[in-house]
């Protein structure tokens, strides 16, 4: 990798199905649902599937619950 490749925004460091889920707490299958279904954008690299940190902030953000919606 150059050092082009390296300067990139943390919102724009790609992470693994392992890295979403550690980050999220949730499951692997959980992660591959979400991505099946559209919410959280991915891209392909041979087999493996990488999602943007800030796609995976937006997917949290958009499913925040504050006091008012839940009451």
């Known amino acids: 990798m150059n050092e082009q490749t ?3 925004d943390a919102g724009d460091r790609l992470l693994s199905i392992r890295e979403i ?3 999220l707490g949730v499951s ?3 992660v591959r649902k979400i991505q099946d279904r559209g919410e959280l954008p ?3 690299f041979g087999k493996l599937r990488k999602s943007r940190l800030s796609d995976v902030d937006a997917y949290v953000s958009a ?3 504050t006091p008012e ?3």
């Open 69 to 71: 919606d839940a009451g």
């Open 42 to 44: 991915y891209s392909r």
């Open 6 to 8: 390296n300067r990139t």
């Open 63 to 65: 499913r925040r619950v």
């Open 28 to 30: 692997r299958g959980f």
């Open 21 to 23: 889920q550690e980050l």
